[in-house]
Nanobody, 124 residues
Framework: QVQLVESGGGLVQPGGSLSLSCAASGFTFSTKFMSWIRQRPNKPLEWVSTIATDGTTTYYKDSVKGRFTISRDNGKNTLYLQMNGLKPEDSATYFC?????????????????WGPGTRVAISS
């Protein structure tokens, strides 16, 4: 069974940095695209970034390009998101999720197994 556990969230000031991690198990990590998805309070899920199976190709939402970096360690079954230059609008609960291809829309927490997420709050 797919298990995903996100960590690394917290409260930081605008302009600060956070590094998120996602520990994955229950599937062959190296064969799946991995994504970070976020959800602001009372808002739908929002795709943030995706990394291809071998880590050589990455995709980002326009608003985070140049500030966020997604990476993965297939030997450790772990996904990462380095977030720099954080803005208040980045405040959300961040989830990681596996997929078989790049999906920038259509994420639904009723489909598949989701982790608890990690909360990121940006405030002065």
């Amino acid at each position: 069974q797919v298990q995903l556990v996100e960590s690394g969230g917290g409260l930081v000031q605008p302009g600060g940095s956070l590094s998120l991690s996602c520990a994955a198990s229950g599937f062959t990590f190296s064969t799946k695209f991995m994504s970070w998805i976020r959800q602001r309070p009372n808002k739908p899920l929002e795709w943030v970034s995706t990394i291809a199976t071998d880590g050589t190709t990455t995709y980002y939402k326009d608003s985070v390009k140049g500030r966020f970096t997604i990476s993965r360690d297939n030997g450790k079954n772990t996904l990462y998101l380095q977030m720099n230059g954080l803005k208040p609008e980045d405040s959300a609960t961040y989830f990681c999720k596996e997929s078989s291809k790049l999906d920038t829309t259509g994420w639904d927490k009723r489909l598949g197994n989701w982790g608890p997420g990690t909360r990121v709050a940006i405030s002065s």
